[in-house]
């Protein structure tokens, strides 16, 4: 049904279009079967504003009439918006009225009909339509409701508007049709309202008041909540040349929000919301990206000819600035094969200013180091941009979704990641949100100096849920901060950014106390709230390359550099031959300070043993370790192998007492090895790098990468070394550049996509995967079975035991009688 409505309203739409076009003079010229390439996605309103702008400029030449009233009452009535927009703007297509004149005109009106609290009535006569519609709505401001243009009269004589009908915005009922969106449901705002006002033109050139409706059928608005209805808001020009300047100078919405409530007076008296704020501030930013727009796709351009692994996607039009830009080169969609489980997407720009709204897709590699999964441009932050550019993202890196993203706490930006990434734990910036509790909390930073320091104490140093709650309610009831609305709403989405309720979760960072107190800055130094569109790809670029070598560097000291062991523990030097430099010092860190933490044994079921481990002399801050013999598998409470994937200092004190001596296979994360890039690697298109396969360019480039630097280091070693190396080379060099001539017919010749490859490749996968999953479960149940003999076997010989001990006891009670 829905269908056919809509196909139905277009047939009317290209009627109505084609009369209004063949009534020109001089007559348009289109193409024929034109409407649909002229208007995409349906927007014939945009035809229909052209057509009529040029019948305003070539009007058809006027019908003779002896009667005026004759010609007048033979009128084309014609909806406006109605048909269109559940929600629609109180907005006149043929005659807008500039928001830099509203106030002007208002004043006009107001000033020739004498009294500003003059109330409409029937014969109420005003010098124009125009007039009309800004006195009632400023009657709308003072009662209580919004207003918008419903239809329109036009003569047949010479096509001019001679009636209009101005209702109140809850008039109507909403279409059928839009309660089968598949969209997030819109909530109801119409409920049949019949208030309205609609004035004729008369024969004088004035427009009178023919019919006037009072009564509405639902509450009217107060005073103090009438500026957030849709007909009164407008950014006026003050307002907006004081946003701009507050936008260059790095303020954000609820800055800029907070200067123009306490200019005006209070909020009642800005004229505008926070959103209309948000939405001003986003249209900037497209207008200021200007020139600087080609230069980004003079850069995608470039780089899809020379690199065939290059991803990059528009959303609209990319000339005018209307969408979003995505884009992820080979080295990117590498990085996450290897290091996609958790990401940020880091929109920084949003909170400073940014002249160029600058999003990066980021992670943390095996150094600790941050790396780049992919860009994007934010020229439009609705919900609907969100989610195509998380979609489009996750299709660049193969669909695989990651375990965890860090996000700013916007709540346009949590519908997104909810609607794409159901699976993934999703947590706020808290940096962002200590940023956000300044602003917020201004007040109380000023009066008490000590409130920064609770604040963060409690967030960032409570290792337990109870721990938090408690804090949490002594930093409410210390500051007087209880019916704090914004201390509420974090407190209810505190899942999303505390950390103690997060540790169960893996995102990466080698200190569970890190959170992102310092957000995760891979552009830091190169992009800055002053960079311009002009100069963003150069910056860019220096940013990857700086990155590059900073890894490089970081692969090159773990291979050709051992460091210093502080333990005789064979288990420390196994984590030194298997970790990178970085993750080895904390988790050394980690096994020296196990000296300090003894484990006792608490409890015991024969299975599993539970261990009290707690620093010397802080017995209050005890740690406990569930560990199961069996499997050498161990839980701890501060769960900080969940959250960063290193193996904590309670666990490693556990496997001390119970002589575990090197590190199980499950506790070392390929991920934070030094050999996390090296193996089987996957490219962007999930191809395996086989000898006898088209791989990606990315997985060439990063396989070569990785053995020029292990080459390096032992081509160093001696002078000997080094010039048989050097000999190496020039040999190489000369074989690739054969072999580059050899095959360039070739490898012109190979597709971008190679679907068959991909589609066969992944069908003996999931065969495989499917065996192997059915051997898995074969196992798992056999393992439950002997788990289940062998839990009977402990308990039959607790039994045997304990009777034993009965009866020796008995025994020694008959030889002590």
């Not at 009627?15 to 076009?21: G, N, Q, V, Y």
């Not at 709650?469 to 209810?492: A, D, I, V």
């Not at 430099?581 to 904390?586: L, P, Q, S, T, Y």
Request: hydrophobic residues 35%.
């Amino acid at each position: 049904m829905k269908w056919l409505k809509m196909r139905r309203t277009r047939c009317v739409l290209q009627l109505h279009i084609t009369s209004k076009l063949k009534t020109l003079k001089p007559p348009l010229k289109y193409p024929q079967n034109s409407l649909s390439s002229f208007c995409p996605n349906g927007s014939y309103f945009a035809l229909l504003i052209s057509v009529q702008q040029q019948q305003q400029q070539h009007p058809p030449s006027p019908k003779s009439s002896s009667r005026e009233s004759q010609s007048n009452s033979q009128m084309d009535i014609r909806p406006v918006i109605d048909e269109f927009d559940d929600d629609a703007t109180a907005l006149d297509l043929e005659h807008p009225i500039p928001f830099d004149h509203y106030n002007h005109a208002l004043a006009q009106t107001l000033s020739t009909l004498g009294d500003p609290n003059l109330e409409p009535y029937e014969g109420m006569e005003f010098d124009s339509e125009q007039a009309a519609r800004i006195f009632y709505n400023s009657y709308a401001r003072r009662i209580g409701f919004s207003t918008r243009v419903s239809v329109y009269q036009r003569s047949r004589r010479d096509g001019s508007i001679i009636c209009r009908q101005i209702v109140c915005s809850r008039e109507g009922f909403r279409r059928d049709a839009s309660q089968n969106r598949s969209k997030r449901q819109r909530t109801i705002t119409r409920v049949g309202c019949k208030a309205q006002i609609t004035v004729k033109k008369q024969t004088s050139g004035k427009w009178a008041v023919s019919k006037l409706v009072k009564e509405h059928t639902h509450e009217l608005v107060p005073p103090d909540k009438v500026h957030c209805l849709r007909s009164h808001r407008h950014v006026s020009g003050p307002a907006r040349s004081l946003i701009d300047t507050l936008q260059a100078a790095g303020m954000g919405p609820s800055g800029v929000m907070s200067v123009l409530i306490k200019e005006s007076g209070g909020i009642n008296n800005v004229g505008f919301t926070k959103v209309d704020c948000q939405n001003y501030m986003s249209s900037s930013r497209q207008r200021k990206l200007g020139s600087g727009g080609q230069v980004v796709f003079d850069y995608l351009k470039r780089m899809q000819n020379d690199d065939p692994a290059f991803f990059c996607a528009v959303q609209g039009d990319f000339g005018n600035s209307t969408g979003n830009i995505f884009w992820a080169d080979a080295p990117s969609r590498m990085n996450y094969n290897h290091f996609g489980d958790t990401v940020t997407f880091d929109t920084t720009y949003r909170t400073n200013r940014y002249r160029v709204p600058f999003a990066p897709f980021t992670g943390w590699n095996h150094h600790g180091q941050p790396v780049l999964f992919g860009c994007a441009l934010l020229l439009n932050e609705s919900e609907s941009s969100f989610v195509w550019l998380f979609q489009t993202w996750l299709a660049a890196m193969s669909g695989r979704h990651p375990i965890s993203i860090t996000t700013d706490q916007d709540r346009i930006i949590r519908a997104a990641v909810a609607q794409v990434f159901p699976g993934t734990r999703h947590r706020f910036c808290k940096w962002n949100v200590f940023r956000e509790a300044q602003e917020k909390l201004s007040d109380v930073y000023h009066l008490h100096p000590s409130f920064e320091a609770d604040f963060q104490r409690c967030i960032n140093l409570t290792e337990t849920v109870d721990e938090f709650e408690s804090c949490w309610e002594s930093l409410l009831l210390k500051y007087s901060l209880g019916e704090n609305e914004w201390l509420q709403s974090m407190y209810n989405t505190r899942q999303h950014w505390v950390p103690v309720y997060l540790q169960d979760t893996f995102f990466g960072e080698t200190y569970i106390t890190q959170g992102i107190d310092i957000a995760n800055s891979y552009f830091d130094g190169y992009i800055n709230a002053s960079t311009n569109a002009q100069v963003l790809i150069k910056q860019y670029e220096k940013a990857v390359a700086s990155r590059y070598e900073k890894e490089v560097k970081a692969d090159y000291d773990t291979l050709n550099t051992a460091p210093a062991l502080k333990t005789p523990s064979p288990m420390e030097k196994q984590a030194a031959n298997l970790y990178t430099r970085k993750i080895f010092m904390k988790f050394q860190e980690e096994l020296v300070e196990t000296l300090a933490y003894p484990a006792t044994a608490i409890d015991d079921t024969g299975l599993e043993v539970m261990y009290r481990v707690a620093k010397f002399g802080e017995d209050h801050k005890a740690h406990f370790v569930k560990f199961s013999i069996f499997r050498k598998k161990a839980s701890c409470s501060c769960q900080m192998f969940e959250f960063s994937g290193i193996i904590c200092k309670h666990v490693l004190s556990v496997f001390r007492v119970t002589n575990v001596l090197t590190l199980p296979s499950h506790y070392i994360l390929k991920r934070w090895t030094r050999n996390a890039k090296s193996g089987v690697a996957v490219d962007g298109c999930a191809v395996e790098m086989q000898s006898n396969s088209q791989v990606s360019y990315a997985a060439r480039y990063d396989n070569l990468c990785h053995e020029a630097i292990k080459f390096v280091g032992e081509g160093t070693e001696s002078i000997h070394t080094f010039l048989v190396a050097k000999d190496a080379l020039h040999e190489a060099s000369k074989k690739v550049a054969s072999a580059k001539e050899h095959d360039s017919e070739v490898t012109k010749n190979i597709p971008l996509s190679t679907g068959q490859l991909l589609h066969s490749g992944f069908e003996d996968e999931e065969k495989k995967i499917q065996e192997l999953s059915v051997e898995l479960e074969d196992a798992s149940r056999r393992c439950e079975g002997y788990r289940a003999k062998l839990v009977d076997v402990l308990k039959d010989m607790e039994e045997q035991k304990l009777k034993m001990s009965v009866k020796v006891q008995n025994v020694r009670l008959i030889l002590k009688g």
